[in-house]
Nanobody
Framework: QVQLVESGGGLVQAGGSLRLSCVAS?????MGWFRQAPGKEREFVGA??????DYADSVKGRFSISGDTAKNTVFLQMNSLKPEDTAVYYC?????????????????WGQGTQVTVSS
């Protein structure tokens, strides 16, 4: 089992920035971020593997993912935030060979952290 703990969510004005962190209890091959807004499906935000990153089109150029492998930690830097970015953000991790855009590509999930962007 792998436990994931997210932190860094909060309330920010449109145009502002937040950085989310996710700490895993052990090293995994891939880590990703998903988000779920009220009444909507959980959607892919971005992911990082050994040598690659991937982003949803809606966040490309505004969000970036980085990792600290020594600390089993992944970060999601979110800039130029928009009200439509408001959601609960979930960290996910797994042992696939490369990052996946689907929920099935991950084996473990965190509890989520709320991000609210005011207009």
């Amino acid at each position: 089992q792998v436990q994931l703990v997210e932190s860094g969510g909060g309330l920010v004005q449109a145009g502002g920035s937040l950085r989310l962190s996710c700490v895993a209890s052990r090293r995994t091959y891939v880590m990703g971020w998903f988000r779920q807004a009220p009444g909507k499906e959980r959607e892919f935000v971005g992911a990082i593997g050994w040598s690659s990153t991937d982003y949803a089109d809606s966040v490309k150029g505004r969000f970036s993912i980085s990792g600290d492998t020594a600390k089993n930690t992944v970060f999601l830097q979110m800039n130029s935030l928009k009200p439509e970015d408001t959601a609960v953000y979930y960290c996910a991790a797994g042992y696939r060979a490369s990052p996946s855009r689907t929920r099935e590509g991950y084996d473990y999930w965190g509890q989520g952290t709320q991000v609210t962007v005011s207009s």
